[in-house]
């Protein structure tokens, strides 16, 4: 009994989330680039990215689709959908609150990171990969 307590213990902490520390986006700006139209096209369409909030540790791979959609699940096993483009030298997506939200994508090294004008200054995303595809199988099948 103590011991599957044990296994019971060790599985819920490993699956709390483990924070980092929010990036200002002035000191990206300060070591990084932001990524031009071009290389936010080739870096996210057709691809999943694998995002990471800094402030709660949530992860979320989202599948990027040609088509100008984008699949994503949050909690449960539903799977979302929203429309994205890349303008202006930002990725640009509906948000399932409501309206669109246009954010600019910094490289630092090899680093990636979102900043949403949203968070005043706060860069709370972090990508930590980009797969070809959709090895996640989140695009909804018609």
């Known amino acids: 009994m103590m011991r599957v307590l044990g296994i019971v213990t060790a599985a819920l902490i490993a699956t709390l989330p483990a924070t980092a520390q929010v990036v200002a986006e002035a000191s990206l700006k300060e070591r990084g680039a932001a990524l031009n139209t071009a290389e936010l096209q080739a870096f996210f369409t057709g691809k999943t990215a694998y995002h990471k909030n800094l402030k709660t540790g949530q992860n979320l791979p989202i ?63 972090q990508i930590l990969r980009v797969a070809d595809g959709d090895p996640e199988k989140l695009k909804v099948q018609p």
């Open 63 to 125: 599948y990027f689709d040609p088509s100008g959609m984008r699949y994503f699940k949050v909690g449960g096993a539903k799977v979302l959908s929203t429309a994205w483009s890349i303008a202006d030298g930002k990725r640009c997506e509906e948000t399932t609150a409501g309206p669109e939200v246009c954010m600019t994508v910094y490289k630092a090294g090899s680093d990636v990171y979102l900043c949403d004008p949203r968070y005043a200054g706060e860069c709370l995303w």
